[in-house]
């Protein structure tokens, strides 16, 4: 019997810095009756390809670090950075792994893919902590195995700080809080004043990540 959930490994980055033409694309559907095999076959992929590419492992990886090495890969020519579209930049290229719903669950239909890992192909950080939470509800709700990989993070949503349970992944959770304030503050400016965005900044001060 096939398992609510399977994972698939994506890349499509160019081969090159400046070489638009020659891209590496692959895509590996990972299933095992336990997930959670499946999802460490797939990580682990994301492991090799990082080796091989960038000469680094994904270990404990900065999330933004990694987003600047794969926009940094698909540059085109001598273009800055800011002046490619964003769909080019976060839709066509990216590196990660993808939850794929093998049935319905919530407002996911079968075969609906989500990203719990990984950077770009139009996700953001916030994205990938939503997801991250709907996969460990999948799990808590089948009983599937963790290999005691659940952890609670604290990230802020809509404006306030909560907390998550997920399975953790490589990133290096201790900035995760950093970027999940940048992007709240991000939105305050253009609503608050700026005696606001300091109380935000001070009541972040006051607060320690629970692992």
Wanted: without cysteine; aromatic residues 16%; hydrophobic residues 30%.
């Amino acid at each position: 019997m096939k398992t609510p959930i399977s994972y698939i490994f994506k890349i499509n980055l160019p081969r090159k810095q400046f070489k638009k033409d020659d891209n590496i694309s692959e895509e590996i559907i990972f299933e095992d009756n336990n997930p959670i095999i499946a999802r460490i076959k797939a990580i682990n992929k994301v492991n090799s390809y990082l080796d091989v590419i960038f000469n680094k492992e994904f270990d404990n990886y900065d999330y933004r670090k990694l987003g600047e090495e794969i926009h940094t890969r698909a540059k085109y020519g001598n273009e800055d950075l800011d002046k490619i579209p964003f769909k080019l930049k976060y839709k066509e290229y990216g590196l990660g792994v993808f939850l794929k719903f093998n049935e319905d669950y919530k407002e996911y239909k079968k075969g609906d893919e989500i990203m719990i890992f990984g950077n770009g192909f139009g996700n953001d950080l916030i994205d990938i902590v939503y997801n991250l939470e709907i996969e460990y509800e999948i799990y808590k709700k089948n009983n599937f195995k963790t290999n005691n990989l659940e952890r609670k993070i604290k990230f802020y949503d809509d404006g306030e700080l909560e907390d998550f349970f997920i399975l953790n992944t490589p990133y290096k959770w201790d900035n995760i809080i950093e970027e999940s304030i940048s992007y709240y503050l991000e939105d305050l400016k253009q609503e608050t004043e700026k005696e606001d965005e300091k109380k935000i900044k001070e009541k972040h001060n006051e607060t320690t990540l629970v692992f």
